[in-house]
């Protein structure tokens, strides 16, 4: 895996990658329209942002490169590489709680509160880690 040149694409199966850690200066996609619905993405090395219709989606500090950023109402999931440990901030459903894995290994679980955003850290350290969100 790999840094994402146009920042942001539509993968074949139907899939989002995004991302580009090793960008020293800010780069955007405003407006890439996906079945109605339009994306946004802000990354570079500092953070990476993923909006959908004006709500955030994922952000990371430092920045990332997410490959096959795929949800629906019960599972998130995605692969996310970068730098060192990344903070990971999500927009999910309030008030419930989340089981997060990382490599098929059950990390623990974390609450969303009245805004329904959870945040959690994977260290990368250069390799590519796969992360799943499982409502419970």
Do not use: W
Request: net charge negative; charged share 25%.
């Amino acid at each position: 895996m790999a840094v994402v040149d146009e920042l942001i694409r539509l993968e074949d199966n139907g899939t989002l990658s995004f991302g580009d850690y090793t960008a020293d200066s800010k780069k955007k996609v405003p407006d890439f329209n996906v079945n109605g619905d339009v994306y946004y993405v802000k990354t570079f090395s500092e953070i990476t942002r993923l909006e959908k219709n004006g709500r955030l989606l994922l952000e990371s500090v430092p920045g990332s490169a997410v490959h096959n950023f795929t949800e629906n109402k019960s599972l998130v999931s995605f692969s996310i590489e970068g730098l060192g440990d990344i903070q990971i901030t999500m927009e999910l459903e309030p008030e419930n709680e989340y089981r997060v894995v990382v490599d098929d290994f059950n990390i623990g679980s974390v609450n969303s509160g009245l805004s329904g955003k959870v945040s959690f850290s994977v260290e990368a350290n250069g390799t590519s880690k796969n992360v799943k969100l499982e409502k419970m």
